[in-house]
C-alpha cells in the first residue's frame, strides 16, 4: 500500500500560481513513478503530469506544457505540481497517483489520492 495524500490546492485568479503537494508514506514509497491526473465537473479524468521514479523523467499534457512543473523530493516522499499561468480551464479537481511507470494511461497506477480542488476564477 502506498497511501497518498494531497494539499494545497484552493482558490486563485487567472494568471496565478498554486504548488500541489502529493505526500506518501512507506518505505517502497520513493520507488514508484507518480502522476497527476484531474477532473473537471462533468468530464471524464485526465493526465497532467508524471515523473518517474529518480525524478529524471517527466511528461506534461500538451494542455499544461510550459505552466505547470512536475518534481519530487524523496528524501520527503512527496511530489509536487507548480502551477503556473492559470487558467480558468484549469479548474479540476487534482488526483496524486502511483505506479511502476511515468505514463498517461490511469490503469498503471496502483493507488490514488483523495483529491484536491483547484479553482481558477476569470
Known amino acids: 500500500q502506498v497511501p497518498l495524500v494531497e494539499s494545497g490546492g484552493g482558490l486563485v485568479q487567472a494568471g496565478g500560481s498554486l504548488r500541489l503537494s502529493c505526500a506518501a508514506s512507506?518505505?517502497?514509497?520513493?520507488?514508484?513513478?507518480r502522476g497527476w491526473f484531474r477532473q473537471a465537473l462533468g468530464k471524464e479524468r485526465e493526465f497532467v503530469a508524471a515523473v518517474s521514479w529518480s525524478g529524471g523523467v517527466t511528461y506534461y499534457a500538451d494542455s499544461v506544457k510550459g505552466r505547470f512543473v512536475i518534481d519530487r523530493d524523496n528524501a520527503k516522499n512527496t511530489v509536487y505540481l507548480q502551477m503556473n499561468s492559470l487558467k480558468p480551464e484549469d479548474t479540476a479537481v487534482y488526483y496524486c497517483?502511483?505506479?511502476?511507470?511515468?505514463?498517461?494511461?490511469?490503469?498503471?497506477?496502483?493507488?490514488w489520492g483523495q483529491g484536491t480542488q483547484v479553482t481558477v476564477s476569470s
Open positions: 512507506g518505505r517502497t514509497s520513493r520507488l514508484y513513478a
Open positions: 497517483a502511483a505506479g511502476p511507470q511515468p505514463v498517461q494511461t490511469m490503469d498503471v497506477y496502483s493507488y
